[in-house]
């Protein structure tokens, strides 16, 4: 009985391990989508779409929404995570400028996407990455209402993006018929 105690008490710290590492790997991954970008004004272009519905998918609305926090505490606390810092602003200051709406949607479509997509096929995940565009669109563009004038908000902040998300859903969605999203969640999960 104490054996088995004790497996599974280290079975459990390797999980939160693994866990952990998933993490901190995720966040430098979005710290590095982060500062892949093509210029756009007010909101550059970036690949935090793609990384955010990719760890989505591969690994739940648990872990995504943890890699997620994780990076928006290192931008808190004032690393230049964020596409454009330091030159555009660091920590809070740069969390509440125009780009403050769509870092809280892509937080929201963490937890959407890993939802929707949890155990399903190619043709959902893809659906439930479309799904989590909407949080990311209508709160990105809302926010950056204080910014942009209103009558110009979708030319600024939504047109210019759909094709390039849409490509980029893409992506992933093909990555995922290579790497299927069980594999990756075992290795989060330890199952």
Same mark, same amino acid.
């Given at each position: 009985?104490?054996?088995?105690?004790?497996?599974?008490?280290?079975?459990?710290?390797?999980?939160?391990?693994?866990?952990? @590492?998933?993490?901190?790997?995720?966040?430098?991954?979005?710290?590095? %989508?982060?500062? *892949?970008?093509?210029? @756009?004004?007010?909101?550059?272009?970036?690949?935090?779409?793609?990384?955010?519905?990719? $760890?989505?998918?591969? @690994?739940?609305?648990?872990? !995504?929404? %943890?890699?997620?926090?994780?990076?928006?505490?290192?931008? !808190?606390?004032?690393?230049?995570? $964020?596409?454009? %810092?330091? &030159?555009?602003?660091?920590? @809070?200051?740069?969390?509440?400028?125009?780009?403050?709406?769509?870092?809280?949607?892509?937080?929201? !479509? %963490?937890?959407?996407?890993?939802?929707?997509? !949890?155990?399903?096929?190619?043709?959902?995940?893809?659906?439930?990455?479309?799904?989590?565009?909407?949080?990311?669109?209508?709160?990105?563009?809302?926010?950056?209402?204080?910014?942009?004038?209103?009558?110009?908000?979708?030319?600024?902040?939504?047109?210019? $993006?759909?094709?390039? &998300?849409?490509?980029?859903?893409?992506?992933?969605?093909?990555?995922?018929? *290579?790497?299927?999203?069980?594999?990756?969640?075992?290795?989060?999960?330890?199952?």
């Amino acid at each position: 009985m104490h054996d088995a105690a004790v497996t599974t008490s280290a079975s459990g710290r390797w999980i939160s391990m693994r866990t952990a @590492f998933t993490v901190a790997a995720g966040a430098g991954l979005m710290i590095l %989508s982060a500062k *892949v970008q093509i210029p @756009f004004w007010p909101v550059p272009m970036t690949l935090h779409t793609m990384a955010v519905m990719a $760890f989505a998918v591969a @690994f739940g609305p648990r872990v !995504a929404v %943890s890699i997620f926090l994780t990076y928006l505490a290192a931008g !808190a606390a004032g690393l230049p995570v $964020f596409s454009g %810092s330091p &030159d555009r602003g660091i920590g @809070f200051a740069y969390m509440v400028g125009p780009t403050g709406g769509y870092l809280l949607g892509y937080l929201i !479509a %963490s937890w959407l996407v890993g939802r929707l997509a !949890a155990g399903r096929g190619t043709r959902m995940r893809i659906c439930a990455m479309l799904a989590g565009m909407v949080p990311i669109y209508a709160i990105g563009a809302a926010w950056l209402a204080a910014y942009v004038p209103v009558d110009q908000i979708v030319a600024a902040g939504i047109l210019p $993006f759909i094709l390039g &998300d849409i490509v980029k859903i893409g992506v992933v969605a093909a990555v995922g018929l *290579v790497v299927p999203a069980s594999l990756s969640r075992r290795w989060s999960t330890g199952r």
